[in-house]
């Protein structure tokens, strides 16, 4: 199996009811970790796993922490977004990503995954800029809404 589309991940909407994740303070941490086309990520998904995690120059396994755009309510659609994110000096080849969260269950470090993002191929960068450009912060485009 493989990365082969975007999805929220059913654990992810379990802990929510939970109250196991905050996206309006500074108290939760998001992190982007990517990963090559050997990946088995999907809705599934419960954790983040280093198997198949991208390994190459410039990136730390891991990967890098998000900044949360917030939260709101419009139209009856509540949303959360991350600001752009970009990994410098780097050679690598990703399929795709998990967001995961490190700090649920009351502060503890865990990694708890929140959602898979299909890239819809392989994607590179060579000694350069590698960017996850995030949607905009709009009830029709932000990366998480609740109907």
Same mark, same amino acid.
């Given at each position: 199996?493989?990365?082969?589309?975007?999805?929220?991940?059913?654990?992810?909407?379990?802990?929510?009811?939970?109250?196991?994740?905050?996206?309006?303070?500074?108290?939760?941490?998001?992190?982007?970790?990517?990963?090559?086309?050997?990946?088995?990520?999907?809705?599934?998904?419960?954790?983040?796993?280093?198997?198949?995690? #991208? %390994? *190459? /120059?410039?990136?730390?396994?891991?990967?890098?922490? =998000?900044?949360?755009? !917030? $939260?709101? #309510? %419009? *139209? /009856?659609?509540?949303?959360?977004?991350?600001?752009? =994110?970009?990994?410098? !000096? $780097?050679?690598?080849?990703?399929?795709?990503?998990?967001?995961?969260?490190?700090?649920?269950?009351?502060?503890?470090?865990?990694?708890?995954?929140?959602?898979?993002?299909?890239?819809?191929?392989?994607?590179?960068?060579?000694?350069?800029?590698?960017?996850?450009?995030?949607?905009?912060?709009?009830?029709?485009?932000?990366?998480?809404?609740?109907?």
């Amino acid at each position: 199996m493989a990365i082969t589309t975007n999805a929220i991940c059913n654990s992810f909407k379990k802990e929510l009811l939970q109250g196991k994740h905050d996206f309006d303070t500074s108290s939760d941490t998001y992190k982007l970790a990517m990963y090559t086309s050997s990946a088995t990520l999907g809705k599934s998904t419960e954790n983040y796993t280093t198997s198949n995690e #991208v %390994s *190459s /120059s410039g990136y730390t396994a891991g990967g890098k922490a =998000l900044v949360n755009q !917030g $939260v709101k #309510v %419009s *139209s /009856s659609v509540a949303i959360t977004d991350f600001a752009d =994110l970009s990994f410098t !000096g $780097v050679t690598l080849t990703a399929r795709g990503a998990l967001i995961y969260n490190t700090t649920t269950d009351g502060g503890s470090n865990t990694t708890d995954a929140v959602c898979v993002l299909d890239f819809g191929g392989d994607k590179t960068a060579t000694a350069g800029t590698f960017t996850i450009q995030f949607p905009a912060f709009t009830t029709s485009a932000a990366i998480l809404r609740l109907t």
